[in-house]
């Protein structure tokens, strides 16, 4: 059973850099797109981006000039960057495995949730 | 981008009630559709992928079905543990879109 734990700081001020990262355990990491989702306060869960150890990376267009995800597939890592942060990026952000059965994406595991607010 | 729409936006139901909850993409996407369960505090769990496969794990009682642009999760019998709320996800292309989500409440 594979098991996502994710870390990083919870409280920025506005212009910094947000920066979690998500450990897997319990299963293959190779070969896997690993995804980061977040949910801002009262509102829906809006996918931020994936990536692959393989280097590929797909993003949302609405973050991708402030975004970067990379994956250190020698420690089972997958990290998020999101810089430039407002007010707006206050949300819970998760980690999540993507599976692709027959090529039907879907986040089959997903980390605890890191609750990050941006204060000044 | 491709806008998934929920309907209704909340629901009130009892223990034993049959549920539905709609899920309307802007545009064709197959039965790239994905269903996810969501409790406060907790992370979304997946119980239905392509649309009408069952995630394994999942409770019989959650089927999903649909092509297209119209798609349906159903709970034949509702539980105690299964008020929470409930999103749709297109996985047909980048980026992946959310359902704005439906409140499942306890009548």
């Known amino acids: 059973q594979v098991q996502l734990q994710q870390w990083g700081a919870g409280l920025l001020k506005p212009s910094e850099t947000l920066s979690l990262t998500c450990a897997v355990y319990g299963g293959s990491f190779s070969g896997y797109y690993w995804s980061w989702i977040r949910q801002s306060p009262g509102k829906g869960l809006e996918w931020i981006g994936e990536s692959k150890d393989s280097g590929i990376t797909n993003y949302n267009p609405s973050l991708k000039s402030r975004v970067n995800i990379s994956v250190d597939a020698s420690k089972s890592q997958v990290s998020l960057k999101l810089s430039s942060v407002t007010a707006a990026d206050t949300a819970v952000y998760y980690c999540?495995?993507?599976?692709?059965?027959?090529?039907?994406?879907?986040?089959?595991?997903w980390g605890q949730g890191t609750r990050v607010t941006v204060s000044s | 981008d491709i806008q998934m729409t929920q309907s209704p936006s909340s629901l009130s139901a009892s223990v034993g009630d049959r549920v539905t909850i709609t899920c309307r993409a802007s545009q064709k996407i197959a039965n790239y559709l994905n269903w996810y369960q969501h409790k406060p505090g907790t992370a979304p769990k997946v119980l239905i992928y392509?649309?009408?496969n069952l995630q394994s794990g999942a409770p019989s009682r959650f089927s999903g079905s649909g092509s297209g642009t119209d798609f349906t999760l159903t709970i034949s019998s509702l539980q105690p543990e299964d008020f929470a709320t409930f999103y749709c996800?297109?996985?047909?292309?980048?980026?992946?879109?959310f359902g704005q989500g439906t409140r499942l409440e306890i009548k």
């Open positions: 999540a495995r993507v599976l692709s059965p027959s090529g039907y994406d879907y986040f089959d595991s």
């Open positions: 996800q297109q996985s047909y292309s980048p980026p992946y879109t």
């Open positions: 392509a649309a009408s």
